[in-house]
């Protein structure tokens, strides 16, 4: 009986929302957009130096993202010392790859870095439900057929995180925020040794 | 930019060959070479050239570290077909040993700090004046080298030494290097260069 309470319990834990596991409350919402202003400005460089963590490999670099226009954004990985490892376009739900290092032009991985990116560079999508929390807020969105909750504390975008089932895959965290821009930022996988560290530097 | 006001005039064939025996007995006398840099890396679509800045140190023959101080705290050390990098104080190395074409395109960056690159097997090689600087396009004909790198351009100044590098890609962006403060033949320790 014991058991079955359990089982029962855990059921109905895991058929909570995202949003209500981690004890927000829901809101109606209307017609509402997200944003991240992270990579908004097209007037901007934003150059990072970059860490990749990936199992027991570890890259450095430097990470460039451009806005050229709008919904169109170029990522692009560089060496310390300028040699190009990766360069890609995101133009509206199109990516393409301008250039991939031969050791590197793996599907799969490109795969990974293209979702990875496009969230990251992706400026507003339609909000499907909100939710609060003292000062904290969480929008449930989604990016091209994945589901993201975007964390805003005190109006800040704080915090992207990819679920799936219910669980964590992704987070993305922003930190030293400030002028529409995020000084740090730490792409984490949960499901894969994959982790992005980036400092900014401009 | 500033290259399109000042015409670049192609050299005759005696002053090439003056240019390239300078260079060349310039680099056979040279043991060490410490240097300041600027480094301006430019990707068409960006607004500005990304800057950075550091040291250059070289002992012959074939000893290079490569420290960048600004923005960030980096260096890299080429020795014995290794790379040690030390990234803000975290250390690793990469073997070369095992990729011909990298150990190639290593020996090449070593060779480009010297400016001695005069081989018309492995390049295609032009020669111009712009005013008192000589300026030298190097083409390589392997192809596998060509992937990564279409051109090295490289200037010199009256007395044969280096004073600009700049690695153009195949899409024409290009990582342009300036030396400054450049001396030769100081004596350099080889604790400049452990890991």
């Excluded at chain 1, 806005?67 to 376009?89: C, L, N, P, Q, Y």
């Excluded at chain 1, 301008?98 to 992706?122: A, C, G, Q, T, W």
């Excluded at chain 2, 490569?66 to 990234?87: A, G, Q, R």
């Excluded at chain 2, 081989?119 to 090689?125: A, L, Q, R, S, T």
Aim: some cysteine.
């Amino acid at each position: 009986m014991r058991y079955l309470l359990t089982s029962l319990l855990f059921f109905l834990a895991s058929c909570a929302s995202y949003q209500q596991r981690n004890n927000f409350e829901k809101q109606e919402v209307l017609d509402v957009e997200i944003t991240n202003p992270y990579f908004s400005d097209t007037s901007k460089d934003y150059v990072y130096k970059a860490k990749i963590d990936f199992y027991d490999k570890s890259f450095g670099g430097l990470f460039i993202v451009k806005k050229i226009a709008e919904a169109h954004h170029r990522v692009v990985f560089t060496t310390e010392m300028g040699a190009k490892i990766f360069d890609f376009s995101f133009h509206n739900d199109e990516f393409k790859v301008n250039y991939v290092l031969d050791e590197m032009n793996k599907k799969i991985l490109l795969n990974i870095l293209e979702k990875d990116f496009r969230v990251l560079v992706h400026e507003n999508e339609k909000v499907i439900s909100k939710a609060v929390k003292k000062g904290s807020e969480l929008f449930e969105t989604e990016i091209v057929n994945k589901k993201y909750y975007y964390l805003l504390n005190g109006g800040s975008l704080n915090k992207i995180t990819r679920v799936n089932n219910g669980k964590e895959k992704v987070q993305f965290l922003f930190s030293k925020i400030g002028d529409a821009s995020a000084k740090n930022i730490q792409i984490l996988h949960k499901n894969i040794k994959l982790t992005i560290n980036l400092k900014s530097i401009n | 930019m500033v290259s399109a006001i000042h015409a670049q005039t192609k050299m005759t064939d005696a002053e090439a060959l003056l240019l390239k025996e300078k260079v060349k007995s310039q680099a056979a006398k040279t043991n060490t070479i410490t240097s300041n840099f600027v480094q301006y890396k430019h990707l068409d679509f960006l607004s500005n050239d990304i800057v950075t800045s550091g040291n250059l140190a070289f002992k012959n023959p074939d000893l290079v570290k490569w420290e960048y101080v600004k923005p960030f705290v980096y260096s890299v050390i080429f020795k014995n077909e290794n790379l040690y990098i030390n990234d803000e104080g975290k250390k690793s190395d990469v073997n070369l040993s095992s990729s011909k074409l990298f150990k190639q395109l290593n020996k090449l960056l070593v060779n480009s700090v010297k400016g001695d690159m005069f081989d018309e097997k492995e390049f295609d090689i032009s020669y111009f004046n712009q005013e008192a600087i000589s300026e030298v396009h190097f083409t390589p004909i392997n192809k596998k080298i060509s992937k990564y790198i279409k051109a090295f351009h490289i200037q010199f100044n009256t007395q044969g030494d280096v004073i600009e590098i700049k690695m153009i890609e195949p899409s024409d962006d290009y990582t342009r290097i300036v030396f400054s403060n450049r001396t030769i033949n100081n004596p350099l320790s080889d604790a400049v260069f452990a890991h």
